[in-house]
């Protein structure tokens, strides 16, 4: 299923607004090869993770594919159905759903994503 204006449907995006967080310790001149598909938003994604509501579990917080728009819960949580969907499909980011965060990490490159803020 398409949905339009995400990040999966194939419509021409703006430039990302993402960047690879400085780390403290890893070396400088990190990148991630994915940054000019990420979306500046997913746009409207469920609020449950399937998999964990199928089996009657609860989750921490939520995860939004950038490839597909899948939405599995975190690895802190009882399934860490995102991590598991990239180890099937191999998709490379995921975007944090909590709203109180605003980052995305990339199982590929192996950075943590932060928004850039407008000037």
Do not use: N
Request: aromatic residues 8%.
């Amino acid at each position: 299923m398409a949905r339009t204006g995400s990040a999966f449907d194939g419509a021409p995006r703006p430039p990302s607004s993402w960047a690879v967080s400085p780390d403290g310790g890893r070396p400088e001149g990190l990148t991630c090869s994915h940054l000019p598909a990420l979306p500046a938003t997913p746009g409207t994604p469920p609020e449950v993770c399937a998999p964990c509501r199928a089996r009657g579990w609860t989750w921490t917080r939520l995860r939004w594919c950038s490839a597909c728009g899948y939405v599995g819960c975190c690895d802190s949580s009882r399934g860490r159905h995102a991590h598991a969907h990239h180890v099937r499909t191999g998709h490379p980011v995921v975007l944090s759903l909590a709203p109180d965060e605003s980052w995305a990490w990339c199982f590929v490159d192996e950075v943590f994503l932060v928004r850039v803020r407008d000037a």
